[in-house]
């Protein structure tokens, strides 16, 4: 249910005497497969990692690649959901593609074992693990689609480490449920990891 997203993006930027130029950008992170109709499977992942897009593809567990396009974003929360049309993926892949099953991260404990599943650096599946380190964390984050300020809530700290790349992934639990959305917007200098709980995604 985990997959790897790259993003092709055009940046805006100015020059020192004022000049406007745009340049391509190319990123990568990971998103999970929450939902699929008959038209669509629908991909969760971090406003960030989609942002100023121009392409998106999408890499599943066997290497195939699929071009997707932005369902929605919540930019002060640093989510948003991609799709990807069902007619574009093999069918030996689609046979093969599960969603994720999710969680209940009001119901966390702080030492209960996360395991962070990702696309660390780009270079394919990666899984860290450790313990929720902390539930209801208050962070604040720069809204990219407004510039102000917000503070966001009740996120998750824990201490399985998420990496460059990881952005978008799943945070599960022993189960496998997946609880939360690794986020690299809130990592620091201090190596504090921050998700955001999985029940914030479904209020949008």
């Known amino acids: 249910c985990v997959v790897a997203i790259s993003n092709t993006a055009e940046i805006t930027y100015q020059g ?28 969760a992942t971090n406003n960030h990692v989609v942002a100023d897009a121009v392409v998106l593809e999408v890499q599943f567990f066997d290497g195939t690649v699929v ?5 929605g974003t919540v930019a002060s929360k640093d989510l948003a959901v991609i799709k990807v049309p069902v007619n574009k993926i093999e069918k030996g892949t689609m046979r093969e593609i599960r969603l994720a099953t999710l969680g209940d991260s009001n119901e966390l404990e702080v ?15 990666s899984v860290t693990t450790g313990v929720i380190s ?25 201490d399985a480490a998420i990496n460059p790349g990881n952005s978008g992934g ?27 709980p999985v029940d914030i995604l479904l209020q949008q």
Do not use: C, P
């Open 134 to 158: 902390a539930t209801g964390r208050s962070v604040t984050v720069q809204d990219s689609s407004t510039g102000g300020y917000v503070v966001n809530n009740n996120l998750i700290q824990t």
């Open 170 to 196: 799943a945070l599960v639990n022993k189960y496998g449920h997946v609880i939360a959305v690794t986020s690299g917007s809130y990592l620091d200098a201090n190596g504090l990891y921050i998700s955001v």
């Open 67 to 71: 071009e997707a396009e932005i369902k």
């Open 111 to 125: 030492g209960e074992a996360a395991i962070a599943i990702g696309n660390a650096l780009g270079y394919g599946q």
């Open 16 to 43: 020192m005497w004022g000049q406007t130029y745009t340049r391509e950008s190319q990123s990568a992170g990971t998103g999970f497969i929450v939902k699929q109709d008959k038209q669509f499977i629908y991909i």
